[in-house]
Structure formats: structure tokens, C-alpha cells
């Protein structure tokens, strides 16, 4: 079964800084990654995927993640960190060919001043 | 509509009593999914519909819940004998067509709490 690690579930940047997300992933085929943010209060919103292609894929708010398969990660990085940036974010992976997502226990980002 | 909508937002009930969850889906999405997000972790999986059929309802933990949707559109989760462990937030999402490369649109979910 596949299954989404995510390292740290709190991770504290200041603004500006380089905001880097960790996420691990088992499959035993080739994985479809997402990594999907979630507001206080709002549902959760793709930020971006991976399916096949090129490996470095941008998403939105200036958000883009990597995948290295010998590495099975899936990393979602920012250069520069925004106040409005502030939510939880989950990684995850499809499984099978049905579309129903396996999530990682999601990382909360805070933005300080 | 929009967006996927979920009704009530919020649901208190006690423990014991019967509760209906209700999602209604973008339009001319075929793809439904119900994930349950308890405190501190990530949504895990329920069940997924395709059409009126419950393709996949592998994630639903015991038989006291159930769900359905008649006509291929709105959809309902039922929970028979509600716990205080099955207090969480209930989400919903759907895609055109269920495929693994087609988005998901989640609502904003259920809220719901067995006292």
C-alpha cells in the first residue's frame, strides 16, 4: 500500500526566508504527488502535482516541488516566505487508478514578522 | 454550483444518535469522495462513488456508516449510533471523471462532534 511521510508538523520561517516542506512517499508504482494547502477555516486547494514529465513542477503563490524518485521525495519549497503563506499543508499520493488521495499527516507552517 | 458544498458546516449531536452528512458536488462531476480528517492528522480516505455506485468503500471503518448518492449528484453520509470517536471533520470532494489526473475540489467540510 502507498503511503505519504511528511518530517515535521511544525515548521516556523520568518518572512522572506526559503520555506522548505518535507514529504516521503512509498509506492510501489510509478506515484501521482500533490501537495494541497488548507486556509483556517477553508477546504483544501491544490497547490500542485506531479503525473509524468519534468520532474521540477511549479504551482501556485509561487510554490514549487520536485520529484526525485531515488530519493522517493516529493519536497515543496518557496523562496520567499509571504505572512499569507501561514496554513497546514498536506502531501499525498493516488492511489490505484480511482483517484482517492492518501494524505500525510500535514506540516503547519507559521510566518513570523 | 461553483464549488463542492457541504451541509450542515457544523453538526453537534450526542453519542448514540443517528447523523446525516451532505455533500453536493460540482456539476457534471461523476467522481465523489468522502474522506474523514480527525484533529492533528491528515484526511483519510472513505469511500468514493463513480456515478450512483459505490466503486470503492473500502475506507468506511465499520458498518454504522454508510453513504449514498441516488442520482449521481448530491451524496449522503450516514452514521448510525454515533461515537465520540467519530468526531471529526468530514470532507468532500469531486472530479470530472475520477481519473488520477484529474483534480480534486474539496468542500470546506462537516464539522461534527459527538458529546
Known amino acids: 500500500a502507498q503511503s505519504v511521510t511528511q518530517l515535521g508538523s511544525h515548521v516556523s520561517v520568518s518572512e522572506g526566508a526559503l520555506v522548505l516542506l518535507r514529504c516521503n512517499y512509498s509506492?510501489?508504482?510509478?506515484?501521482?504527488l500533490f501537495w494541497y494547502v488548507q486556509y483556517p477555516n477553508q477546504g483544501l486547494q491544490l497547490l500542485l502535482k506531479?503525473?509524468?514529465?519534468?520532474?521540477l513542477v511549479k504551482g501556485i503563490n509561487g510554490f514549487e516541488a520536485e520529484f526525485k524518485k531515488s530519493e522517493t521525495s516529493f519536497h515543496l519549497t518557496k523562496p520567499s516566505a509571504h505572512m499569507s503563506d501561514a496554513a497546514e499543508y498536506f502531501c499525498?499520493?493516488?492511489?490505484?487508478?480511482?483517484?482517492?488521495?492518501?494524505f500525510g499527516k500535514g506540516t503547519k507552517l507559521s510566518v513570523k514578522p | 454550483g461553483a464549488g463542492v458544498s457541504q451541509t450542515p458546516s457544523n453538526k453537534v449531536t450526542e453519542k448514540g444518535k443517528y447523523v446525516e452528512l451532505r455533500c453536493d458536488p460540482i456539476?457534471?462531476?461523476?467522481?465523489l469522495y468522502w474522506y474523514r480528517q480527525s484533529l492533528g492528522q491528515g484526511p483519510e480516505f472513505l469511500i468514493y462513488?463513480?456515478?450512483?455506485?459505490?466503486?470503492?468503500d473500502s475506507g468506511l471503518p465499520n458498518d454504522r456508516f454508510f453513504a449514498v448518492r441516488p442520482e449521481g449528484s448530491v451524496s449522503t453520509l450516514k452514521i448510525q449510533r454515533t461515537e465520540r470517536g467519530d468526531s471529526a471533520v468530514y470532507l468532500c470532494?469531486?472530479?470530472?471523471?475520477?481519473?488520477?489526473?484529474?483534480?480534486?475540489?474539496f468542500g470546506q467540510g462537516t464539522r461534527l462532534t459527538v458529546v
Open positions: 470532494a469531486s472530479s470530472l471523471d475520477g481519473g488520477p489526473n484529474t483534480e480534486a475540489f
Open positions: 509506492s510501489s508504482v510509478p506515484p501521482y
Open positions: 506531479y503525473t509524468t514529465g519534468a520532474t
Open positions: 499525498a499520493v493516488i492511489e490505484g487508478s480511482q483517484g482517492n488521495l492518501i
Open positions: 456539476s457534471g462531476h461523476t467522481a
Open positions: 462513488f463513480q456515478g450512483t455506485g459505490a466503486a470503492d
